[in-house]
């Protein structure tokens, strides 16, 4: 969260760097302020059009968007074959850093290649336009270069984190009806090879039958994997033997490209669905200008996972299409040792790094020492991203590792957003530690109260603290989400019903405007947690831990977290008949949970409890359970059934 007693004043003003492009930039404002629909025009060009659109925007079936109605294009073609046939395919696109240690450079020619060879595979497999693609893989190549081959064959593809378990992959499978996975034998995790086409065969397995017709499996770690056969082929054995010729064909701007899965307040997770031309319009535009990204001189590097849109936007398709040469890490910041990101950023000269608060968080635990003994003069734009950064560690961030000369882009945005909407750029706009600052040019974004009343007219003056109240965002933007797959009603009332008679999309998240109407995004305001910059529904975790039998009821909240952010604190009540074994009872619901979820979904804290603090309709009071889990003075407790509960709830705890 960020820290709302921070002194708005503090605030760091445009690198003398930049200072050169500040104007042109700053014309970014006044051109997008002027005539929206034109400066989107104008961003929608910097790509190839195989056919130019006859519309800007469609909001006629608002909340449902079009963008560049009647334009095709082909995202794959904008990230990779044009870069070649304008003279660049020697430049390198991405420098692979595996785990163990081993290294792979890919040139745009090469890449172009094995996008190809993997678009001509899935062909002959009988993949056909609108079909889609699970992909359930480690960060290696083959990774990026299947969600290519995707947007090459109009293929939408449904990423799933490698993290997650069979139980979360076989959810995702169903409710895409994807006829293909793509994984790999195993992933590498802190030295050791770890299993992953098996946790597919377990995904598929059981009563129901699957629409999975293939399993095409990488190689990795080369550890033995059960094989079913007719259903499961090797990369090596037929992508790789594939024609590395293939003739990118044109979609419709509104053409779904994939399909990205978060977490529901109802438990079950929502199908995100983004379309073809709007997206790639807008990731590529905010990589260009918010990174001040230059090809001829930058390296850069996102350190996100494919299974998140931050992958998606910021690993794939924005930089891509931007002609990057990026580094892509397969494994864990601390493996072998805490040293492992500055090896790599000195290695290769990485120019452009973003991360996430929670991942310089525990940069600072471990100690300025580590990154003070590497050369960290490359680095000349340092990015935070998936949550609120707290001025603490903007300011380390910004002393240690930019070593006070680099600006610090803090962006907000979502996978609903698709692409960076609030953020500060480069040389342009003074930032702030911890703030969000202003949205970005052709966006617009509002603070307002529970009436929908904009807030920036009240700002006091004479005040650092300014006003709260929730973000919402009152106009449509390019790389907007197009609904919830397989569900329009969902879409409306999960995004748009808060604010219905305006017309405003709200997510949740709750905004601070200063004294100066500056933005500091304060984070959730509903039953999503952010743990380490992965959103995470409290619905989720409590199903997981019903699951077990010992538990009869459970409640979960996201509490304040020094690393992560949030960390997840739950409350069981047992069965009857089931003993409190203690220690060994909790350690078994964590197991449970990152077993039915993923390790990131494993509680901080579990309190077994006697009771829950529940209103006379029976809706569980998170809000003074968040209170308890933080140490805070209990809130209003006059709603209760029964007010003593906590009690018993702050013995237990205590």
């Not at 994807?178 to 050791?192: E, F, P, S």
């Not at 040792?337 to 790094?353: A, L, P, S």
């Not at 992965?534 to 077990?548: D, F, K, P």
């Amino acid at each position: 969260m960020t820290d709302s007693t921070a002194d708005p004043r503090d605030s760091y003003p445009p690198t003398a760097e930049f200072a050169a492009a500040a104007n042109a930039d700053t014309a970014l404002y006044d051109r997008a302020a002027a005539d929206r629909e034109e400066f989107w025009a104008e961003q929608a060009g910097r790509l190839h059009w195989h056919q130019p659109w006859t519309r800007v925007l469609d909001w006629d079936d608002a909340p449902v968007a079009r963008w560049f109605t009647g334009g095709k294009l082909n995202v794959a073609y904008n990230c990779v074959d044009r870069h070649v046939l304008d003279g660049h395919g020697d430049q390198v696109a991405i420098r692979w850093e595996g785990e163990p240690g081993d290294s792979r450079d890919l040139t745009y020619a090469q890449l172009l290649a094995e996008v190809s060879q993997a678009a001509n595979y899935f062909t002959e497999l009988g993949l056909v336009p609108g079909d889609r693609v699970a992909i359930y893989m480690p960060m290696v190549p083959e990774a990026i270069v299947a969600m290519l081959a995707c947007a090459r064959l109009g293929l939408t593809h449904s990423v799933v984190f490698a993290g997650f378990s069979p139980t979360a992959l076989r959810q995702r499978v169903d409710d895409a009806q994807a006829r293909l996975v793509v994984t790999t034998d195993g992933q590498w995790r802190r030295g050791k090879p770890a299993p992953l086409k098996e946790a597919v065969d377990e995904a598929l397995a059981g009563d129901e039958p699957s629409s999975v017709e293939h399993v095409l499996v990488v190689r990795r770690t080369g550890i033995e994997v059960p094989w079913t056969a007719g259903r499961d082929l090797w990369w090596d054995e037929t992508v790789a033997h594939a024609s590395a010729e293939h003739e990118a064909q044109p979609f419709d701007a509104e053409h779904p490209l994939f399909i990205l899965y978060t977490s529901g307040t109802t438990g079950k997770p929502k199908g995100i669905l983004h379309t073809s031309g709007g997206y790639l319009t807008q990731a590529s535009y905010t990589h260009h200008y918010v990174f001040d990204h230059q090809p001829e001189r930058d390296v850069y590097w996102c350190t996100a996972d494919i299974g998140w849109v931050t992958g998606h936007s910021y690993i794939v398709y924005g930089p891509l299409s931007n002609r990057v040469t990026e580094v892509v890490y397969e494994g864990t910041p601390n493996f072998p040792d805490e040293h492992r990101h500055w090896q790599i950023v000195e290695k290769y000269g990485v120019t452009i790094y973003y991360t996430a608060p929670t991942l310089v968080r525990t940069f600072m635990k471990w100690g300025r020492e580590i990154p003070d003994a590497h050369d960290l003069s490359s680095l000349r734009v340092l990015g935070s991203v998936g949550e609120p950064i707290n001025p603490e560690a903007w300011r380390w961030y910004r002393e240690v590792i930019g070593a006070n000369r680099t600006p610090i882009v803090d962006t907000w945005w979502q996978t609903e957003t698709g692409a960076i909407m609030i953020s500060p750029l480069p040389g342009v706009t003074a930032a702030k530690p911890g703030a969000a600052m202003t949205p970005l040019p052709g966006i617009s974004a509002k603070v307002v109260d529970e009436e929908g009343k904009d807030l920036a007219a009240v700002v006091p003056a004479d005040t650092d603290s300014g006003v709260v109240g929730y973000l919402v965002l009152d106009q449509p933007w390019p790389s907007m989400l197009r609904g919830i797959w397989g569900d329009p009603d969902r879409y409306r009332s999960t995004y748009w019903e808060r604010f219905a008679d305006q017309g405003w999309y709200f997510a949740g998240d709750g905004a601070r405007l200063d004294a100066d109407s500056d933005l500091w995004v304060l984070g959730r305001v509903d039953d999503v947690m952010n743990v380490s910059g992965h959103r995470i529904s409290t619905a989720e975790v409590e199903s997981a831990l019903v699951g077990h039998s010992g538990v009869a009821e459970a409640a979960v909240v996201g509490a304040a977290d020094a690393t992560t952010g949030q960390g997840i604190v739950a409350f069981v009540i047992l069965t009857g008949g089931t003993a409190n074994t203690g220690k060994a009872l909790v350690d078994e619901l964590k197991a449970e949970v990152a077993r039915e979820i993923s390790p990131i979904a494993r509680p901080r804290e579990i309190h077994v409890v006697p009771e829950l603090p529940k209103t006379r309709s029976g809706k569980i009071m998170r809000r003074l359970l968040r209170d308890v889990a933080e140490g805070r003075e209990l809130g209003d407790t006059s709603t209760l059934v029964d007010p003593t509960v906590f009690e018993a709830i702050r013995a237990e705890k205590n």
